[in-house]
């Protein structure tokens, strides 16, 4: 079966799959306290009719978010984090070296969530999965949002897994 490799897809689907084994034997996070609810908090999980969902892992100081477009079209999704963090991305299933569309860029990509309620703005390629280091942000860098605390969920409810998807409907 090794021939299979010398077709691009079944290569990139390997090349994925290291990445991926590397990244949850080197962090704690993703393979400690399985059983235990202080290692894992849904932050989409009531968003099926999107086909979106977003978890994080921790362990600690150790702490990885997780999310998800099981549909076939590009999705922006503002993400709830519980706190003011930055997040680096570590993977994403649709970078070119994985046979996606993504290029991966040299350096992490950075995304903050420190206004309007800690929502982080992602973009999902159609059936993609990303992974982030989730970081706290410093104090001296977080600016106070006049507008954070007029916020309210839009369901209605005080469910804070309230998310905002925008649809790309090329």
Known sequence: DWFLMSYPNHDSFREYFGHL???????????????????????????????????????GEDRIMCIFNMSDKIRYVSVPMNERCILKELLNSDWDIFSGTTVRPGSPEEIKAVDYGNFARIELKPFSGRMFDVFPSDKEEQEENLFASELKPVSGSDDKNVIVIEYDDE
């Open 21 to 59: 084994g590397a990244l949850y034997t080197s962090r704690p996070c993703l393979y400690k306290g399985d059983y235990c609810s202080e290692s894992f908090c849904w932050l989409i999980v009531n968003a099926e009719k999107d086909s979106i969902y977003a978890y994080e892992r921790i362990c």
